[in-house]
């Protein structure tokens, strides 16, 4: 299995995941398969040391890295995530990802993705900012409005994309926003960006349900993990005609077959952190949440939670990926063997890239433009790359997740092809 030195993926692992999706992808590509190995080696992985100083005046250092998958179509484009569990397997793998949702969008970009080896929860907010701003310096080398423009992943948000925007201007000398995404509105960002994965979730699961004839009113809606992608699409769904049936988050999990008062949960997780205790629905097993008689399923907080046991078991005819990779290859398998469809995260969730991309454009022009005009572009965007893919489907028999692939990977390499091998 492994295809480079540093790194040995298995079939589940981030790297040999995405290996399982290119080798399927293959057989679709025609001519352009002579290029196919491409896609299976990041075109650049940096590893940088990142040592600071800390508050109780010892030295600690950290490992992080930036990895450029792919460069063909754009500029890189992808988060910074800070997790003690990142590693440079998983970061390629995220960044190649990134490269398929850029492409699959059409958005104007390459893939990249970058992340540092860290828990922030053990680190002061001085402390958290000493790393960011060093680690920014050392990818400095390689990141840029025209080059890589990072945005925020797990465990990274705006203020940390305003600390990364004010160091690599410092370093340039010169007010660079278009250098990060996700920035606060005051140093560029953009209106939209933060409901924008929630709000895409909601508008490709609205096209799927059209598609599949499941009518949006009274539609049966489960959704785990209720934090910013999946809070945002349950209000969307609900404010629709839906009915949320069952949320689970990392305190436990509800269910109210009537749907739940969307307002008085989101006032309780407000206040109390969670879904656990809300008086509006009972609460039920964690592992109950799989057995939910629903229409739509939507896994919305961590990768891996579709195993092929818990595929076995599901009561859904549409799981709509909101979280990066929640489907296992071996779930995906079952799933596709039981007829239930799967829209891919690399569709499901590309609202937030696409504001993004928004974002980018609107510190290039130094213009900015409404939330409804951002929210009218995000709709036609990605609601038409769906459709691409979708017919893709239709027309080579294929699931969603490999028709995205298909359509992703065909304009990689037709821009890989176009323009040629330097020298
Ligand atoms: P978040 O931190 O706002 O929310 C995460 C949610 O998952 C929380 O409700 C948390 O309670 C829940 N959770 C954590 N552990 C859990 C567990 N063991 N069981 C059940 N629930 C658990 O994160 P987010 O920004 O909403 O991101 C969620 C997913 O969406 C991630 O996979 C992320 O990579 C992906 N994603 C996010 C964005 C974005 O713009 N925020 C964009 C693309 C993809």
Request: charged share 20%; with cysteine.
């Amino acid at each position: 299995m492994p295809n480079l030195s540093f790194v040995s993926p298995t079939r589940n692992s981030p790297w040999g995941t995405y290996l399982s999706q290119i080798d399927a992808v293959e057989p679709y590509l025609g001519h352009l398969a002579r290029w196919v190995e491409t896609l299976r080696r990041p075109k650049r992985a940096l590893i940088v040391d990142v040592p600071i100083e800390l508050d109780n005046g010892t030295i600690a250092h950290f490992e992080g890295y930036r990895v450029q998958h792919s460069l063909t179509r754009g500029p890189g484009k992808g988060g910074v995530r800070y997790h003690p569990d990142v590693t440079l397997e998983e970061v390629m793998a995220l960044s190649a990802w990134m490269t398929i949702k850029n492409a699959a969008v059409n958005l104007p970009y390459g893939g990249a993705k970058g992340g540092i080896r860290l828990d922030p929860k053990t680190l002061s907010k001085k402390e958290l900012e000493k790393v960011t701003r060093r680690y920014t310096s050392e990818i400095g080398i390689i990141i840029g409005p025209q080059q890589d423009i990072p945005a925020p992943d797990v465990n990274t948000n705006g203020q940390i994309m305003a600390w990364m925007m004010d160091t690599y201007s410092m370093n340039t000398g010169a007010t660079a926003t278009g250098v990060v995404t996700g920035k606060p509105i005051p140093l560029g960002g953009s209106l939209g960006r933060v409901a924008a994965t929630g709000r895409g979730v909601f508008v490709i699961g609205r096209e799927a349900m059209r598609r599949l004839n499941i009518q949006m009113e009274g539609a049966r809606i489960a959704v785990q993990g209720f934090g910013n992608v999946g809070s945002i699409a349950a209000k969307l769904f609900a404010a629709n005609g839906a009915r949320i049936v069952a949320v689970q988050d990392h305190t436990g999990t509800i269910l109210n077959e009537k749907g739940f008062d969307m307002q008085n949960l989101l006032d309780h997780v407000a206040q109390t952190g969670g879904v656990a205790g809300f008086k509006g629905g009972d609460a039920i097993a964690n592992a109950d949440f799989w057995k939910v008689k629903s229409d739509v399923l939507v896994p919305a907080a961590l990768e891996g939670q579709i195993t092929a046991e818990r595929a076995q078991g599901l009561q859904t005819r549409l799981v709509l990926e909101g979280a990066n990779g929640p489907t296992t290859p071996d779930g995906d398998q079952v799933l596709s063997d039981r007829g239930i469809v799967v829209v891919p995260d690399v569709i499901a969730n590309s609202g937030g890239v696409t504001v993004s991309y928004f974002e980018w454009v609107q510190d290039f022009s130094s213009f900015f433009w409404t939330e409804d005009e951002i929210n009218v572009r995000l709709d036609k965007i990605i609601t038409g790359a769906f459709k691409h893919i979708w017919e893709t489907s239709e027309q080579h028999r294929i699931n969603l997740r490999t028709a995205a692939f298909v359509v992703a990977c065909t304009r990689v390499l037709e821009a890989r092809e176009e323009r040629g091998l330097y020298p």
